[in-house]
C-alpha cells in the first residue's frame, strides 16, 4: 500500500517560492500534484511519468511550477516559482500504483493520496 506525506506548505507573498516535497513509500507508477481551493473542484497541477522523463502541467503553472521525482530517495518535488494568490490551495500529492491510465493529469489516473498540505499566498 502506497503512503504519502506531504510537507513544505505555508504563507508566502505573491512573487516567492515555495518547494513542496512528498515522501513516498510503496511502488508507484505515474506520480502528481493537485490541489483544491475553497469552493472549486480538485485540479491537476503537474504530474510526472515513472522515470521522470515525460512532465505535464496545467496551462496556469506553466514557466512558473516544475514537478521533479527522486526514486532513490522516495520524493517527489513540486517547486513552485512567482506564486500568485489564485495559487492558494491545498496541495496534494497523489501516486498511481495500478498501470491503468486515463491520462496524465485526469484524476482516475491516481489511486493514492497524501493527507495535503495548504499555501497560502497573499497580494
Known amino acids: 500500500q502506497v503512503q504519502l506525506v506531504e510537507s513544505g506548505g505555508g504563507p508566502v507573498q505573491a512573487g516567492g517560492s515555495l518547494r513542496l516535497s512528498c515522501a513516498v513509500s510503496g511502488r508507484t507508477l505515474y506520480m502528481g500534484w493537485f490541489r483544491q481551493a475553497p469552493g472549486k473542484e480538485r485540479e491537476a497541477v503537474a504530474s510526472i511519468s515513472p522515470g521522470g522523463d515525460n512532465t505535464y502541467y496545467l496551462d496556469s503553472v506553466k514557466g512558473r511550477f516544475t514537478i521533479s521525482r527522486d526514486n532513490a530517495r522516495n520524493t517527489l518535488y513540486l517547486q513552485m516559482n512567482s506564486l500568485k494568490p489564485e495559487d492558494t490551495a491545498m496541495y496534494y500529492c497523489?501516486?498511481?500504483?495500478?498501470?491503468?491510465?486515463?491520462?496524465?493529469?485526469?484524476?482516475?489516473?491516481?489511486?493514492?493520496w497524501g493527507q495535503g498540505t495548504q499555501v497560502t499566498v497573499s497580494s
Open positions: 497523489a501516486a498511481a500504483g495500478s498501470p491503468i491510465f486515463y491520462g496524465p493529469l485526469d484524476r482516475r489516473t491516481f489511486d493514492s
